[in-house]
């Protein structure tokens, strides 16, 4: 008997989850079609004030009022987004119709920082879609932006960081990361480097407050900062070839630096390069593979010598950075022949399999075309 009573129970809660996701799927699409007009109305009505701002008349008071109003409830916000982007144009009356909007959305700005997380962060992805860009006069609403960026909540932060890039003022952006950084929410260094890649504002400026400020971030942020400084410029070589020489600093940090070298040629970096492509301890194979690959932006005969020799490393990641580095290089049929045909099996193989990879890939692109 308490075996029926079981799966009589397992049968209801397999039919009650089937009720609901038919209910839920009921809702959702009779939602998309609410959203749909409650943005075509907007748009409409933002369409009248367009209409005015080109004869040369502001936008209406009552409109700016109501519209406040209407954008403190999220699904009017959303609406709104979807209004905004079908609208969005480079026409001047467009540009003059978001400036006169500004007061309203700095309303906005406190209504939702009372908000919970997602409501706040769908707000801060608004912002950054929909504000005038770079060093807004408005300061206030970066300083409630920094706020956002502090909630433990990886959407609102990542928004509340994007719209912070979008306005382009490099003090709150040392801010707003030194404000992640002690948050409790892990948010991957690529994020934050493919963010700081999009600031609108001037990098020289933010780089240099970056720099400044390195030791108070933690090594996760610091790692984030020096791939976007790779990514942006090559005027801090000195600074890391520092880095890459001191034994004190983290590992991954340092590893960055050699990076950074693969991408900027710098000739002092050369015999560095070479040291750490050239050691055959186990455990520096890091330094070795990244190194090895570094060195594609040097060549000259002890290069490819070094190269060549890393091919014969016990370690499988060694042995392709070298292979791609010197295919890279362009070797000499002599050199190509001595390695393939050579005694050493793990140099032969791996540039075998660089020379097959590469005859593939040509392959796929004449099939293509």
Not at 59 to 87: H, P, S, T
Not at 253 to 277: C, K, S, V
Not at 284 to 289: G, K
């Amino acid at each position: 008997m308490g075996i029926e009573w079981i799966l009589y129970l397992y049968g209801a809660v397999c039919l009650s989850m089937i009720v609901f996701n038919v209910v839920y799927a009921l809702l959702l699409r009779g939602s998309k079609p609410r959203l749909e007009r409650r943005a075509q109305k907007l748009q409409e009505a933002a369409n009248r004030q367009l209409k005015r701002l080109q004869r040369g008349e502001p936008v209406d008071g009552r409109y700016l009022q109501d519209l406040q109003r209407k954008l403190c409830r999220i699904k009017n916000l959303m609406a709104y987004e979807r209004a905004l982007r079908a609208l969005q144009s480079d026409t001047p009356w467009f540009c003059a119709y978001i400036t006169q909007l500004q007061p309203c959305f700095l309303y906005l700005a406190f209504i939702y920082k009372k908000r919970d997380h997602i409501q706040a962060a769908f707000f801060s992805y608004f912002l950054s879609c929909h504000m005038e860009k770079k060093h807004m006069p408005i300061q206030t609403i970066q300083e409630i932006l920094l706020d956002y960026a502090a909630r433990d909540n990886l959407y609102c932060r990542v928004n509340a960081l994007r719209a912070l890039y979008a306005f382009g003022s490099p003090a709150h952006i040392v801010a707003a990361l030194k404000l992640q950084d002690q948050g409790s929410v892990f948010l991957h260094e690529k994020i934050l480097t493919e963010g700081l890649l999009t600031f609108t504002g001037d990098h020289a400026r933010l780089i240099a407050l970056l720099w400044e400020e390195m030791p108070s971030f933690s090594p996760h942020t610091q790692l984030a900062i020096l791939n976007y400084i790779r990514f942006q410029t090559g005027d801090y070589a000195n600074e890391m070839f520092a880095l890459m020489q001191d034994p004190e600093k983290d590992k991954e940090l340092r590893l960055a630096a050699i990076r950074y070298f693969g991408r900027y040629q710098y000739p002092p970096a050369l015999e560095p390069l070479l040291a750490f492509t050239e050691n055959s301890d186990p455990l520096q194979w890091e330094y070795a593979t990244v190194s090895a690959s570094a060195l594609a932006r040097y060549p000259g005969p002890r290069v490819i010598g070094a190269l060549k020799k890393a091919l014969r490393s016990s370690n499988w990641y060694v042995r392709y950075a070298a292979a791609a580095s010197l295919e890279a290089l362009h070797i000499d049929d002599t050199d190509l022949i001595e390695i393939v045909t050579g005694s050493d099996r793990y140099a032969r193989e791996m540039m075998a399999y660089r020379l097959e990879s590469r005859r593939m890939q040509k392959a796929q692109v004449t099939n293509r075309s």
